[in-house]
């Protein structure tokens, strides 16, 4: 992260950790925010700073809980997402945003686009975020990895119960997050691999999250929300597996949604 100036920005909730490589209050250009998965941080998309730099400004958050952000109570998707959305607007202000998400980073986006006071955000493109969570076993052995280095570990207890449904006893109870591309104010873009989730197997990359049963549904439940784009030999993270094919569908969103 060295290339980029972090700061850590109030909110109501607590402190977020902010990343950018300029100062804000000095451009007037798009902005790109990025958020990262669950159990990852900024850093670990440090690299899209150097790709997207021509063309827009790019700043990053650590979700909250992750790193040096703070915890906040509760923990689930809604909350995230209106701590996220006070910070983009209020460190912001006059740009135009396209949230950018990576696994829960995207389904964390697709809230944000949703609020009723948009501020500068003007669109959002997910890449494979969770929309429903009992079937997604690669997330599941994360957590179980996660409890077995950390047993007493309470934000990972609650991270995972809250927003995926997963209890550190082994139980899962799902987690539907439908509704929140039916809830969509922004034009939005939804990004999956082409590795198939089903069967739970051994694998060298994490299968692709949304599956064809979700990519049906949301086209049945909301006709013309969302575009739905499918990168192929690719499985969950394709912003570090595909970054050229993923760099050309957020150009796409850039030229369309938040050029003057």
């Known amino acids: 992260m060295s290339i980029l100036r972090g700061q850590r920005v109030p909110t109501d909730a607590g402190f977020l950790n902010m990343y950018a490589g300029e100062d804000l209050h000095q451009g007037t250009g798009p902005v790109v925010v990025m958020l990262p998965g669950a159990l990852r941080t900024a850093k670990d998309m440090a690299s899209w700073w150097t790709i997207l730099r021509e063309d827009a400004a790019v700043v990053f958050f650590d979700l909250p809980g992750h790193r040096r952000s703070d915890r906040i109570q509760p923990t689930g998707v809604e909350a995230m997402a209106r701590v996220l959305h006070q910070a983009v607007c209020e460190q912001l202000p006059g740009r135009k945003v396209l949230l950018v998400g990576e696994s829960l980073g995207g389904t964390i986006a697709f809230r ?31 957590f179980k990895i996660a409890w077995a280095n950390e047993p007493d570990n309470a934000f990972y207890r609650d991270l995972a119960w809250e927003v995926f449904g997963i209890a550190q006893d082994g139980s899962v ?11 969509l104010r922004t034009p939005a873009m939804l990004v999956s691999g082409d590795m198939p989730l089903p069967p739970p197997r051994p694998t060298v990359v994490n299968p692709s999250m949304v599956d064809e049963v979700d990519a049906y549904l949301l086209q049945r439940l909301f006709p013309g929300k969302l575009k739905l ?29 938040a050029r003057p």
């Open 173 to 183: 109870e799902d987690r539907i997050y439908y509704d929140l591309v039916g809830g």
């Open 112 to 142: 944000m686009a949703g609020m009723d006071e948009l501020g500068p955000i003007v669109g959002v493109v997910a890449f494979d975020p969770p929309l429903t969570t009992a079937k997604l076993w690669p997330i599941i052995g994360t």
């Open 229 to 257: 784009r499918r990168i192929v030999n690719t499985g969950h993270l394709l912003l570090h597996e595909s970054p050229q094919a993923c760099l050309k569908l957020i150009r796409q969103m850039l030229a369309e949604h």
